[in-house]
């Protein structure tokens, strides 16, 4: 996200024009199947280019979960830890991601943790999410194996990687605005049943910016991807969710 804001620009004014011309919550789960590709899978495009996204390599529906193209070409069939991981994720009952102007659909995901990378740290995570240009000024090392939520941070570069449930994104956090009786816990739902799962019950929350685009003379990324995962207990994968969202009043 450029940091040269323009003094004579209604940011807000141009963002919510170009919200109005998106789909509201309540069609968004109508949208599209993701577009189907050779071997049988479906690649997720989370609305963007494949250059826009912030990974080195896009993410594909393979039997139902999540994964990279290039990742898991035996439909999770490799050895037993494989296919337990992948049991576990169909189990998992998901919806839609909790916080932003879209309904944006939360899709169960495994990844493959690079050989001689031991999913310690901030760092590690990142590395096993293929992340690209990650940017952050207010994380002050991503060799951490435990990072505070950076805080919000509007115009700055301010992706993110924590392990704060109560700045996550995805799943609901704290008291619901529209119904006080709600009140999502880290131990409630779908991130309670994944986090009683992976290794120490410690999960990582990562944000990331799609490539800024110019509007008006303001560059700004109109997307995020969003992530969840910690370490499978039966091998060298992360296992968690994904989703993308709308930028805007997120983390802008």
């Known amino acids: ?18 919200e109005d011309s998106l789909p509201p919550r309540s069609q968004e789960r109508s949208r599209p199947a993701p577009s189907r590709s050779a071997g049988g ?8 280019s494949p250059s826009d996204l912030p990974l080195f390599e896009e993410i594909c529906l393979r039997d139902g979960i999540a994964t990279f193209q290039s990742q898991f070409t035996d439909a999770f069939q490799s050895d037993a830890g494989v296919a337990r991981d992948a049991n576990f994720l169909r189990g998992l009952s998901l919806g839609h991601c909790e916080y932003g102007a879209r309904s944006c659909r ?24 293929k992340a690209k240009n990650f940017r952050s000024e207010h994380i002050p090392s991503l060799d951490a194996t435990q ?6 941070n509007p115009d700055s570069d301010n992706d993110e990687i ?3 449930f109560a700045h996550q994104h ?22 309670g049943v994944l986090q009683r799962y992976v290794e120490g019950g410690k999960l990582w929350y990562t944000l990331l910016h799609t490539a800024p685009k110019p509007h008006e003379g303001y560059d700004f ?10 370490k499978s207990p039966g091998g060298e994968r992360c296992v968690g969710v994904v989703t993308h969202q709308i930028c805007h009043n997120l983390c802008d």
């Not at 939360?106 to 999410?129: C, H, M, Q, S």
Request: net charge negative; with cysteine; glycine share 8%.
């Open 1 to 18: 996200m450029a940091p040269d804001l323009k003094d004579d620009l209604d940011i807000d004014d141009l963002l919510e024009g170009w």
């Open 41 to 48: 899978t479906e690649t997720l495009r989370f609305d963007c």
């Open 106 to 129: 939360v899709y169960p995901f495994v990844a493959e943790i690079p050989a001689g990378n031991p999913f310690w740290t901030g760092k590690d995570v990142l590395r096993t999410l």
């Open 147 to 152: 990072i505070e939520f950076p805080g919000y």
């Open 162 to 164: 924590h392990n704060d």
């Open 170 to 191: 995805i799943f609901q956090a704290g008291q619901d605005e529209d119904q006080p009786e709600i009140v999502g816990r880290p131990s409630d739902g779908a991130h």
């Open 221 to 230: 990324s109109e997307f995020v991807i969003l992530f969840a995962v910690g």
